[in-house]
């Protein structure tokens, strides 16, 4: 197989010379990012591999796959939750009858328990009052000594 760089295999130029290709093909390949390529990551995170484990099996160093990938690295996990959470809901939509056991048993699973009903206390306690439900009730209740308001007028 050639590609567009490579020469046919005996080609010579206008001089009689060999043909050599236009680049040169030395170093790592090119690596490019896609969607196989970042599932294959967060399933591998999810398991437990290591960065240099999944870094030999996808075929790139442990710096480009920290370049590329490190939202699947960090939240690998969460990512392969997330899928499998999807398909288990996508199943039970259709009428999976043990995909919607499963997916129940997932949500009581991490669901709080339901709270358990407060007793009431036997002996209620008054409320505390503020300073200003202190001052209210004070003023609805004058002191028996203030006497009428009419004895205070000045008269002349």
């Known amino acids: 197989m050639t590609d567009d760089f490579s020469p046919e295999p005996?080609?010579?130029d206008l001089f009689g010379n060999p043909v050599e290709p236009l680049r040169d093909r030395r170093g790592r390949p090119c690596f490019r990012k896609d969607k196989a390529n970042q599932d294959f990551v967060a399933a591998r995170r999810a398991a437990g591999w290591s960065h240099e484990m999944i870094a030999v099996e996808l075929g790139c160093d442990e710096k480009t796959l920290r370049k590329y990938f490190s939202?699947?690295?960090?939240?690998?996990r969460l990512m392969v939750e997330g899928m499998c959470l999807d398909v288990l809901m996508k199943r039970a939509r259709e009428g999976h009858t043990p995909s919607v056991r499963q997916l129940q048993e997932r949500?009581?699973?991490v669901a709080p328990p339901a709270p358990k009903p407060r007793a009431e206390p036997e002996d209620p306690r008054p409320e505390p009052k503020g300073k200003k439900q202190e001052r209210l009730e004070a003023a609805a209740q004058p002191a028996e000594d203030y006497g009428s308001l009419y004895d205070r007028i000045p008269r002349q």
């Not at 939202?71 to 690998?76: I, P, Y």
């Open 10 to 12: 005996g080609a010579v």
């Open 71 to 76: 939202r699947e690295l960090q939240h690998g």
């Open 107 to 109: 949500i009581d699973r």
